[in-house]
């Protein structure tokens, strides 16, 4: 390194005049499309949840019928859950079932709802194509 000496009022004058910091603009188009996906995301489950109706409560023996000719068809199936949020059903669940128990139903994605929590239960009849 050289020994030369640095004018520290050259630098002074630089940093108050010439220099401009961005600061976290320079960060703002990450943080934005970060939180702007993320905005996204909650907007599209708040307004499918807006969209999403309350089903007539169906009996346990419907909801094994219908749970029982999807898994046997290989059929999709959308399942509304007993559970409000804000006065709202929250998202239901919908894919192929995977497997069951006595109490329990498994979706893909490792969805699971058990049977006493599911209010309604339908087949899908174009789960996974574009509509």
Sequence with gaps: MNNEKFDMDAVNEFFRHDYHD??????AGFYLSDHTQAMKVQ???????????????????QIGEVLAQAFNHNQAVIIQLNELQDGLPVASLSGKIMGCTDTKV??????????????????????????
């Design 106 to 131: 498994v979706l893909e994605a490792n969805q699971r709802a058990a049977l006493n929590d599911i209010r309604h239960v339908a087949i899908c009849e174009n789960y996974g194509y574009p509509s």
């Design 22 to 27: 961005r600061g976290m603009m320079k960060w």
């Design 43 to 61: 907007q599209k489950v708040t307004q499918n949840r807006l969209n999403n109706k309350l089903e007539p409560q169906q009996s346990l023996e």
